[in-house]
């Protein structure tokens, strides 16, 4: 159920947020689910730049939350220690979605750049040939 609900309404992370503390067993079932099945939820739950960037502040607001209950030691350390290797790797594979969109930026403003000059250089071209043709 919480996998569909995060899937509905990324904004559900405010709440897990908020819970997150309280619930280390159910959280770490959650985050090792969400990496076990990341193929089949990723396109959704990164469907637009806000929920990716909501999920991605939600994961790494756990890490704080994780170090503490590690240090904290007790019965949870354990469980806090699994939900931070999680939700890191969740944190990655958003950050690297992100990547491959920066990139492809960069590639069309290379190719922008070199349109562009390739223009500037035939308009000159033609310019200059022009001139010539008239001076004869």
Known sequence: IAIWCLTKNVNCCNHWVTVYMDTPKASVALLK???EEWKDHSRTLSSS???TRILNLTMT????????GITAGGASASLYKEANKYSKEIS???SRGNGFLKGCVAITAVILVAVLLQWF????WW???SMRVVSK
Do not use: G, I, M
Request: no cysteine; hydrophobic share 30%; glycine share 0%.
């Open 92 to 94: 990655r594979r958003l």
């Open 121 to 124: 250089y035939l308009q000159t």
């Open 127 to 129: 310019a200059h040939r």
């Open 49 to 51: 730049p806000s929920d």
């Open 61 to 68: 607001s756990f890490v704080p939350k994780n170090e503490r």
């Open 33 to 35: 689910r969400l990496v």
